[in-house]
């Protein structure tokens, strides 16, 4: 790299801000000079580890705003000495990978079915190494400052090996079984799935009012009762018809069967409180095998179960009709025979809540199944104690009672897939279909001998374990894979030294399908959670309040947008509108936003510039009060932006941060300390200023790391060693402020606005240079202050006087008076109507205070320091009433 480009005495500032000039360029040379790597050593540790995303996956707008929060948070302690960590990497993702795979396959003239499983993985590593890396070049893009160097991806083969002993430590310790249960079926991929990967789509659909025949009653006289369903091609496998036992409309039923319609099998009506009487018809179908909720009535009641389906979706033999028949053909079939039977009564238009698979957006199937489980229970209890007694804080802490009902409610986990991309299960059979668990093949025979079986004709299990279970171990694996499965090992340097991490930025829908599962696994292998404080961040949403996505149409490509916008400007864009937890309404006008911010940093940045180019020594102590104020100023907002920071509101800490630099620097400061035209800055305000900039600079920095950089490099901060960069440059510390100086200055900033004010309401050129009296009534001394006043204002003279000035336009600051003479440039018929207007909006607003003040209970009740504030609003309006009072009989209208 040519390091010439970096030289400060070769820099030259060009008219307006290009980021295509700045952020590859600053991007490689911290790469080259390793700002981001991470080594152990004495330094306070501060890690992340980022949420990995699926290695199939290109950046998306959920990414954006997570990484930006993430590398905000890391570049932020690297400049507080911190020894700052960032792990990226990729998930595996087993299902949308092996979806993918199976794509490209096809497009080939493949079959999976038709080639090996070394075969396909062989295809599915060719997928993962030519598109799995994609991801983490576009986070490069928006700035992201991770040590790339510990990039993992969770089936590297020590991670995965992580994952096999991970299993059978838990399955020696009982904690994991095989068995049938209720899982969500994909019958398009074949496969069960967990919850997290279901999309529940509201769909239109149809509501079959199907008869059932009371048994015993006869063709000639038959007595009905009415089934209300949205599935009738699952009634071949009803196990019962359930009622609610304080049902009047049904109790004649006690004890007595009905028929199911078309197989014309009997089966029991049943009593369940869990039937609400006044949903539908009052009656419930009871399909154990295919409804989760079925299900469990049916262990209650000891039902039968008949599954009906094929894991494909087709009806198989227990159906008895329709066999061979794909599920949702026969569902139309089910209702005309129904029809033609006249035994369906009517049928009617119905919404309702449907889950699809994520992988194949296949109507998901609850099905029994024969699968892998691991009991969540045990290891819930401690995951639920690390936040509920604060070891573990969840941002915004709304969250705390949803995380503790889901973990006191926790249900076993179903960690089987029926895949070939990922690790697969560590189990073993032979011939005679028993099993026992075991790393390797030898492993397995030795316990089958051991055991006294047979240990001919070994297998081992085809299906691998569920993604989460591999990304449960990453705050852990990414340092030391060795101690997953292992509790009893110490662990290596990397793990003592960055575990526990410290802050988790992720998404609110994955809180119990991957942080709870991390703290189970961080106390499991390690005694202690994997990290202190999990910051929630919304869901990305239009500015509809629709969420984004591809089908809509609605999310805007990242990458096209840092091309238009910047980096720095989508970044302050994102965090714009971003608070902790909550949803945030994105819309392209904050990207415009944050790129309007660069240049009015930058254009600032080039006034100052041009300063230092033509200094004169000295200094000018008409200065002095604008130097000492902003000094104080930054010192207030920079206690702000911390206390924001170490709440985790960062769109707080940037706004507060924003106004800053756009109000205080750019409008008011450099506004009162800037030279007149084509004159000479004097040094001691050039010097101060750049010292003022330079700290701008390091505040802003975690923010937008791209303009921050280019601009400590500009030459007028003087020559710059090559590891000298604002990245790793030290952060701002807070002193302590003049608060009398502070609230003297607002008062100089009311007091400009309102003559601004004056001017634009009486159509006076700014460049006309106006009088002004002051009838001091506080403390504050204006003296101090009067060549701001005279500069910003553009008064010709501020005298101070004892009495009211008749004829001239006045105003109020607190509690001191001012008059702007404005001879023959007011009509002072418009003046009048506009001071009327003025004592009805402030007499109006006396009113509903004194209202308030008269009120016993409101005066009683309230806090002291409320009701001190409604006293001081009140001695303000009247003040503001009697000072326009006065200045009316000044107008000599009559």
């Excluded at 399909?287 to 009906?308: F, M, Q």
């Excluded at 902003?630 to 170490?646: C, T």
Aim: charged fraction near 30%; charge should be negative.
């Amino acid at each position: 790299m040519d390091i010439l480009i970096y030289t400060p005495s070769k820099m030259s500032i060009s008219k307006t801000y290009n980021p295509k000039e700045t952020e590859d360029k600053w991007y490689s040379y911290w790469l080259e000079k390793g700002f981001f790597h991470s080594e152990p050593d004495d330094r306070e540790p501060y890690t992340i580890v980022i949420p990995p995303p699926n290695v199939t996956g290109v950046l998306h707008m959920g990414h954006m705003l997570n990484n930006t929060i993430q590398d905000v948070l890391v570049r932020r302690a690297r400049m507080l000495g911190k020894n700052a960590c960032w792990v990226p990497g990729t998930d595996h993702a087993s299902i949308a990978t092996e979806a993918k795979v199976v794509a490209m396959l096809k497009e080939r003239g493949i079959e999976k079915k038709d080639i090996s499983r070394e075969e396909f993985l062989k295809y599915a590593w060719e997928w993962k190494e030519k598109y799995g890396g994609i991801i983490l070049k576009q986070l490069e893009k928006l700035g992201a400052s991770c040590d790339w160097d510990r990039t993992k991806f969770t089936m590297d083969e020590d991670l995965s090996e992580a994952v096999t002993d991970t299993f059978i430590h838990l399955y020696n310790k009982g904690l994991i079984y095989r068995g049938v249960r209720m899982v969500n079926w994909d019958p398009k991929g074949k496969t069960a799935v967990s919850d997290e990967e279901v999309i529940r789509k509201e769909v239109n659909q149809k509501l079959y009012y199907i008869r059932y025949q009371v048994a015993g009653t006869t063709s000639d006289n038959p007595e009905y009762i009415l089934i209300a369903t949205t599935r009738p091609e699952t009634i071949m496998a009803d196990s019962a018809i359930c009622v609610n036992p304080n049902d009047e409309r049904y109790t004649h039923l006690k004890g007595k069967k009905v028929i199911i319609p078309l197989i014309n099998r009997e089966i029991p009506v049943i009593e369940d409180e869990y039937v609400e009487m006044e949903f539908g018809t009052g009656c419930l179908k009871v399909t154990p095998a295919h409804d989760l909720n079925d299900y469990e009535l049916g262990l209650k009641h000891k039902l039968p179960v008949i599954d009906i389906l094929n894991d494909d979706g087709t009806l198989n033999e227990k159906a008895v009709i329709l066999v061979g028949e794909e599920r949702f053909v026969a569902r139309k079939k089910i209702a005309r025979l129904l029809e033609e039977g006249e035994l369906l009564e009517k049928v009617e238009d119905y919404k309702s809540q449907v889950g699809f698979s994520e992988r194949t957006d296949a109507v998901i199937e609850p099905k029994l199944s024969l699968q892998w489980f691991c009991k969540m229970e045990e290891m819930a209890k401690p995951a639920l104690e690390y936040v509920l007694e604060g070891d573990v804080k969840l941002i915004p802490d709304k969250f705390t009672n949803t995380y503790r009902h889901w973990m006191e409610n926790v249900k076993d986990w179903c960690i089987s897939r029926q895949l070939w991309w990922g690790q697969r299960i560590p189990a073993w059979y032979n011939d005679k279909a028993e099993w026992v668990v075991a790393k390797t093949a030898e492993e397995a025979e030795a316990l089958f001998t051991a055991g006294g079986q047979s240990a001919h004709g070994i297998v081992q299990d085809e299906d691998v374990v569920d993604t989460w279970f591999s990304s449960w171990l990453w705050p852990i694996s990414v340092f030391d894979p060795s101690v997953c499965g292992h509790p009893e090992k110490e662990g290596n340097a990397d793990l003592n030294y960055y575990y526990p991490t410290n802050d988790l930025v992720t998404a609110p829908e994955i809180l119990f399908f991957w942080v709870a599962r991390m703290i189970m696994a961080g106390h499991e292998f390690r005694g202690e959670a994997p990290f202190k404080n999990v910051y929630l961040t919304g869901i990305v949403r239009d500015k509809l309040g629709r969420k984004m996505s591809k089908s809509l149409g609605n999310s805007p490509d990242p990458i096209e947008l840092i091309n238009q916008y910047g980096a720095d400007g989508v970044r302050v864009g994102m965090l714009l509108c971003s608070p902790a937890g909550n949803d945030l309404m994105f819309d392209e006008s904050y990207c415009e936003q944050g790129r309007n911010f660069t240049n009015k940093i930058w254009n600032a940045f080039k006034l100052l510039k041009g300063w230092s180019e033509s200094t004169t020594p000295g200094e000018n102590p008409d200065n002095k009060a604008a130097i000492s104020w902003f000094e104080n100023r930054f010192n207030e907002a920079l206690v702000e932006i911390e206390s924001h920071y170490a709440q985790y509101r960062l769109s707080e800490a940037l706004m507060a941060t924003y106004k800053l630099i756009w109000d205080d620097f750019c409008s008011w400061y450099l506004e009162m300390v800037k030279p007149p035209y084509q004159q000479p800055a004097d040094e001691f305000t050039v010097t101060a200023t750049k010292a003022f900039f330079e700290k701008i600079l390091t505040l802003l920095h975690p923010f937008m790391p791209f303009l921050t950089e280019e601009l400590w490099h500009d030459e007028i901060f003087g020559e710059r060693g090559e590891l000298d960069c604002c990245v790793v440059a030290a952060y701002p510390q807070p002193a302590v402020t003049d608060e009398k100086l502070l609230k003297e200055i607002e008062v100089i900033k009311k007091v400009v606005s309102e003559v601004r004010n004056t001017r634009n309401s009486k159509q006076i050129s700014p460049k006309e240079a106006l009088p002004l009296s002051v009838k001091v009534n506080s403390d504050v001394d204006y003296h101090a202050y009067l060549h701001i006043l005279n500069k910003l204002a553009n008064l010709s003279e501020v005298t101070f006087v004892e009495e009211k000035v008749s004829g001239a336009s006045s105003f109020m600051t607190g509690r001191d008076e001012f008059f702007i003479s404005l001879e023959g440039n007011v009509d002072p018929q418009a003046e009048y109507d506009r001071m009327m207007k003025d004592i009805e909006y402030f007499e109006g607003f006396l009113f509903s205070v004194n209202k308030k003040l008269s009120n016993e209970r409101f005066v009683q009740n309230a806090k002291p320091e409320v009701v001190a504030n409604e006293k001081a609003k009140q001695a303000d309006a009247e003040a503001k009433i009697a000072t326009l009072k006065e200045s009316l009989k000044a107008l000599n209208l009559g």
